[in-house]
């Protein structure tokens, strides 16, 4: 069972993912909150596999609601996607930074709903990397850089290499392919460098990747 915390301060919007959800065979919601400090609470009280993260919440905020999540190490396998509108995006480059694992928009379909939290779940990839690619790459550019932190320099020529990839939205597979290897020796690169650099999931590589001045903004873009 994939068990999940629905956090928004709208009880309508509760109730529609919870229909939602409750429609699968694998999936729990095992506690709602109305907001921000609710949901720090009920995840180190319940432990889900997945937190659904509104924004905009009373009290405490979805962003710093986030990073007390993620950087609770009790809470290290807890992931958390933040839910959001794109006049709010923002707000998702600073929660990408925070420990979120992804995000997806409020109007999206179920099926990829569905998908998406399973997908994070697994621990096995970004949520949607060609829209998130987009995000970071546009407000990555209004950040300041600083220079490469010394953790990079523990990455071999092609974890670099392929770090890069994953800044690029890449999945395993499509690393794979550009770089002629196998998919189980590009995920072992992958989780290499997410062990070599202390981060949680792919998400994380993406925004050290850009902060690190690995990847120019848009490059990959097709």
């Not at 939205?169 to 995920?187: C, F, M, Q, W, Y």
């Amino acid at each position: 069972m994939i068990r999940v915390l629905l956090a928004d301060d709208q009880t309508l919007v509760r109730a529609g993912f919870r229909s939602i959800l409750s429609d699968e065979d694998d999936f729990e919601v095992v506690a709602e909150a109305a907001n921000g400090a609710a949901a720090v609470a009920g995840a180190r009280e319940h432990r889900p596999d997945v937190v659904l993260m509104d924004i905009r919440m009373p009290e405490l905020d979805g962003l710093e609601a986030t990073r007390q999540i993620s950087g609770d190490p009790r809470l290290q396998n807890v992931r958390v996607i933040i839910l959001t509108t794109f006049d709010l995006d923002d707000y998702v480059y600073g929660a990408l930074r925070a420990g979120a694992s992804g995000f997806l928009v409020k109007d999206t379909e179920p099926a990829e709903l569905i998908h998406a939290i399973r997908v994070v779940a697994r621990g096995d990839a970004l949520i949607a990397p060609s829209i998130t690619r987009r995000l970071i790459a546009e407000f990555a550019g209004r950040v300041k850089r600083p220079e490469p932190g010394p953790e990079l320099n523990a990455l071999t020529e092609r974890e670099r290499e392929v770090m890069t990839l994953v800044a690029g939205g890449l999945s395993n597979d499509e690393i794979a392919a550009r770089l002629v290897l196998s998919p189980a020796t590009a995920k072992t690169h992958v989780s290499r460098i997410m062990t070599k650099l202390s981060v949680r999931d792919r998400a994380q590589l993406v925004i050290i990747a850009y902060e690190a001045g690995m990847i120019i903004p848009g490059w990959a873009t097709p």
